[in-house]
């Protein structure tokens, strides 16, 4: 196991990120906001915006933490982006979003 995965996994430094991240999907699901209107940037209630935000810059501090400590080089930064993905994708799973069907008129990716 990666030095940095098993930091995180004992101290939580990724908890905050996490949380953020997860405040951001339960405010989508209060919206009503659909899997479609998220990926297009449709509908997307404001408070998002600032929510995404603290979600990245909560990212980039974890990703500093962990290189200020010689954890995390370039060399392990795309495992370390994928290991972030792979809880995302938990996350997502835990709070899903709606599946609408896009309007015809709006699917012009044929």
Not at 27 to 55: C, H, S
Not at 82 to 90: G, M
Request: no cysteine; proline share 3%; aromatic share 10%.
């Amino acid at each position: 196991m990666e030095i940095w995965k098993k930091y995180i996994e004992r101290t939580g430094a990724d908890k905050e990120f996490l949380q953020s991240y997860i405040e951001m999907r339960k405010t989508l699901q209060d919206f009503n906001v659909e899997e479609w209107q998220l990926e297009k940037g449709i509908r997307i209630p404001g408070a998002i915006y600032n929510m995404r935000a603290k979600t990245i810059s909560d990212m980039s501090n974890l990703q500093e933490q962990l290189k200020k400590y010689g954890l995390l080089s370039n060399d392990n930064l795309d495992e370390f982006k994928e290991y972030l993905l792979d809880k995302l994708k938990t996350i997502n799973d835990e709070y899903p979003l709606q599946k609408g069907k896009i309007p015809d008129f709006m699917d012009n990716e044929d």
